[in-house]
């Protein structure tokens, strides 16, 4: 059973750090894990990888970005640390399906394609165990 409390302050570092250039090793140091073990911990903890939730939250972040704001698409898409405005938008595209100057138009985006931040209480949900065991009929 992987410790949830280091698990939860995993999270805690990457949601403070979303704004800067951090990877996943700065992530297993700051729960003072190795590498290998922090990313299975973290897979098996919340069925994601590290850098797939860094990217899935930099992703959602940039887009409550885009409907709240007026700044530029390429400024907020640095702010994340995405190093072009082609990988900005090749990376949103593949998230949200669209391009972020359709998220802008648009002026909406259904919350379900949004990656909410994990809390340790959702933490402590899915590592109970499997769910809808298939039955063979």
């Not at 990313?39 to 939730?53: I, L, S, V």
Request: proline share 6%; glycine share 2%.
């Amino acid at each position: 059973m992987p410790d949830l409390a280091l698990m939860s302050k995993a999270i805690d570092f990457i949601e403070d750090n979303l704004l800067e250039a951090i990877i996943v090793a700065d992530m297993a140091d700051a729960v003072s894990y190795s590498l290998y073990h922090f990313c299975r911990t973290f897979n098996q903890t919340t069925h994601h990888t590290p850098y797939d939730y860094l990217m899935r939250r930099r992703l959602s972040e940039s887009a409550h970005a885009l409907l709240q704001t007026d700044r530029k698409i390429i400024d907020i898409g640095l702010d994340y640390q995405f190093n072009s405005p082609e990988t900005f938008s090749r990376a949103f595209k593949r998230m949200f399906g669209m391009q972020p100057t359709q998220l802008r138009k648009q002026a909406t985006i259904d919350p379900r394609w949004r990656m909410p931040r994990l809390t340790e209480a959702h933490i402590r949900h899915i590592s109970q165990g499997p769910y809808l065991k298939p039955a063979l009929v």
